[in-house]
């Protein structure tokens, strides 16, 4: 039987889990259609108490929380790449969400945690991306619109055209039939695996050769980069610099502390830099004992 309630996926760790309760909150407050939302998590190591303080922040008449573990959702014929940045494993998950879902469920959005929703999500869940695998945003700051040729650096080597549009994949409404179909997953990760010295930003940059000319373009204003200075938009991307930390100087923090401050986080205060380098940190341990110990 076909699954109609809204599908998101999201992937995050005990440090992040702050930022998911704003995304959440944000998400619960602006839903006003009256489909009901499952959202997997996949849970990188987020303590008991902040699973529990993070249920109490919501409404959970309007979504249902399911929870995965990360150890237990990488199929075993699939080995994850490993490359040269400071992002945790867990932003791999993207590649593996038709792996993940039910078989009811027929697409599925997913959501980077570092964002906040500002118009109903059912409006992104209805977008029709016809016969492309994924719905997608253009890589976009400010009036500058990334393409293959800027965005991927070895474009020329792999024969790719240069005019192809870029897309950002930390928001993506996802086709699961033709994903699989088509084998995604496993083209994305040869794309990099093959490519590692181009692959800094791992499964953005396979993704953009595995899908070139195969996503529908949808509208930027839902994903629209906390650096810009739209007036309008419909989701905030905090893609850099966070606005919990201190040294946070781009657009948006308002927004994002509106919501905050409806959670059990309400009395959070931005912290010193130091504890986003001690992430990137742990970020490059976690990644060398899933290379060497897995």
Request: hydrophobic share 40%; glycine share 4%; charged share 25%.
């Amino acid at each position: 039987m076909k699954n109609n309630n809204i599908s998101v996926v999201l992937a995050c760790d005990n440090n992040y889990v702050i930022l998911l309760a704003a995304l959440l909150k944000s998400i619960e407050l602006n839903h006003i259609e009256n489909s009901i939302i499952d959202i997997y998590i996949v849970d990188d190591k987020i303590s008991k108490r902040n699973k529990t303080k993070l249920e109490q922040s919501l409404n959970l008449n309007k979504m249902n929380l399911i929870w995965l573990k990360m150890t237990e959702i990488i199929p075993k014929n699939i080995s994850l790449p490993i490359v040269n940045n400071a992002y945790p494993i867990n932003t791999y998950v993207r590649l593996l969400i038709p792996y993940i879902v039910p078989e009811t469920v027929e697409k599925a959005i997913f959501m980077d945690v570092d964002m906040i929703v500002l118009d109903d999500i059912s409006n992104l869940w209805n977008v029709d991306t016809g016969e492309f695998v994924i719905g997608a945003a253009s890589d976009t700051i400010g009036p500058v619109t990334k393409t293959i040729g800027n965005g991927i650096e070895n474009y020329k080597e792999l024969g790719l055209d240069p005019e192809q549009r870029y897309f950002n994949a930390g928001l993506q409404l996802i086709n699961k039939k033709k994903w699989l179909e088509q084998d995604i997953t496993i083209k994305t990760i040869n794309a990099i695996n093959n490519n590692k010295k181009y692959a800094s930003l791992g499964d953005q940059y396979g993704l953009n050769i595995a899908l070139i000319g195969n996503w529908y373009e949808i509208d930027r204003l839902w994903n629209c980069f906390s650096v810009n200075d739209d007036p309008y938009p419909k989701l905030i991307h905090y893609f850099h610099r966070k606005p919990i930390y201190k040294s946070y100087s781009y657009n948006y923090r308002d927004e994002f502390y509106y919501y905050l401050n409806k959670t059990k986080w309400e009395n959070f205060k931005p912290i010193g830099a130091s504890s986003r380098y001690f992430k990137k940190i742990n970020n490059i341990i976690q990644k060398l004992k899933f290379k060497f110990f897995k």
